[in-house]
């Protein structure tokens, strides 16, 4: 089964408001990363986090990883109508660095 | 532009055929992997090759091989086509393994299979 799962499937909002996901996984980790989607396109990293991290920032971007609880949330706020994608969360598993495993994304959908 | 090509864009072909879908990693990439997308599912690892040798196995069924080239472009053969094959197809490159520092992985815009 896939490592890692995102949480909600699909979220629409208004432009302007803040956007939330969540990605649970399985197994001890070395990093997560979040990719986005565009529809039918290819995936775009956005960030990485490594397992000793808790936060990290990148412009409109905030992710938290919390490894107690396997689990890890995007936040993008100020939402933009270009921010409508698909957000996958991957995980490298630990100790098989460079094999990534998928959630099966969230369809993120902003309103203008 | 991620810097890793795919190609062909698009392929239709007939149940029971054969294709071979190509990818050439970034430059100084050593890892390719492959993907595969069904309609509305997440990504499913295929394989990964590191520098020319398999590295991971992931979901891929004895009907797909796949082979990464000195040049370290990769092929992703796949045989006796099922309708349930048609799918988006990645290909990724990162760096390559070693203590996890260098782990983005940077992803071609896809080969779309459409078996009929």
């Known amino acids: 089964s896939q490592q890692g799962e995102e949480d909600p499937q699909a979220l629409s909002i208004q432009e302007g408001e803040n956007a939330t996901m969540n990605c649970s996984y399985k197994?001890?980790?070395?990093?997560l990363q979040w990719y986005r989607q565009n529809s039918g396109r290819g995936l775009v990293h956005l960030i990485l986090?490594?397992?000793?991290?808790r936060e990290k920032h990148s412009g409109r971007l905030r992710v938290t990883l919390d490894t107690s609880k396997k689990s890890s949330s995007l936040l993008i706020t100020a939402s933009r109508a270009a921010d409508t994608a698909s957000y996958f969360c991957?995980?490298?598993?630990?100790?098989?660095?460079?094999?990534?495993?998928f959630g099966s994304g969230t369809k993120l959908n902003v309103k203008p | 532009d991620s810097g890793v090509t795919q190609t062909p864009k698009h392929l239709i072909t007939a149940t029971g055929q054969r294709v071979t879908l190509r990818c050439s990693p970034r430059?100084?990439?050593?890892?390719v992997y492959w993907y595969q997308q069904s309609l509305d599912q997440g990504l499913q690892f295929l394989i990964q090759?590191?520098?020319?040798?398999?590295?991971a196995k992931g979901n891929i069924l004895e009907r797909f091989s796949a082979q990464q080239f000195p040049d370290l472009h990769s092929e992703l053969n796949l045989s006796s086509l099922e309708l349930g094959d048609s799918a988006l197809y990645f290909c990724?490159?990162?760096?390559?393994?070693?203590?996890?520092?260098?782990?983005?992985?940077?992803f071609g815009q896809g080969t779309r299979l459409t078996v009929v």
């Open positions: 197994t001890s980790i070395n990093n």
């Open positions: 990724a490159s990162s760096v390559g393994p070693g203590t996890g520092v260098n782990t983005e992985a940077f």
């Open positions: 090759y590191y520098n020319g040798e398999e590295r």
């Open positions: 430059s100084g990439d050593l890892s």
């Open positions: 986090i490594r397992s000793n991290e």
């Open positions: 991957a995980t490298e598993v630990l100790y098989n660095f460079n094999k990534f495993y």
